[in-house]
């Protein structure tokens, strides 16, 4: 069974800096992309950012410039660096990634439960 479980989320002031992370365990055979969603209340879960297995990303233009997304392969780990927060980056964020596990191989998105970012005074 593959789990994804991110952390690093609190409080954090107007133009502060956070580092999320999400660690992907269990039987995987391979990682294809790695990405972080985010929802704030009465808002639709939105992409903000994502990475591939070779490398490329993919950015929300309310983000780009502020956030960096990059991947550590060996302890199939994704981190999402966050600088010049904002308020409206406060909000509940989720890692995704696909994932091609054992045994199958089988294929599938999978997410981890959100961590709380807020950003305020």
């Known amino acids: 069974q593959v789990q994804l479980v991110e952390s690093g989320g609190g409080l954090v002031q107007p133009g502060g800096s956070l580092r999320l992370s999400c660690a992907a365990s269990?039987?995987?055979?391979?990682?294809?992309?790695m990405g972080w969603y985010r929802r704030s209340p009465g808002n639709q879960r939105e992409l903000i950012a994502n990475?591939?297995?070779?490398?490329?990303?993919i950015y929300a233009d309310s983000v780009k410039g502020r956030f960096t997304i990059f991947r550590d392969s060996a302890k199939n780990t994704v981190y999402l660096q966050m600088n010049s927060l904002k308020p409206e980056d406060t909000a509940d964020y989720y890692c995704?990634?696909?994932?091609?596990?054992?045994?199958?191989?089988?294929?599938?998105?999978?997410w981890g439960r959100g961590t709380l970012v807020t950003v305020s005074p």
């Open positions: 995704n990634a696909r994932i091609t596990s054992l045994p199958g191989p089988y294929t599938a998105d999978y």
């Open positions: 990475i591939i297995t070779s490398g490329p990303t």
């Open positions: 269990g039987r995987i055979f391979s990682i294809n992309t």
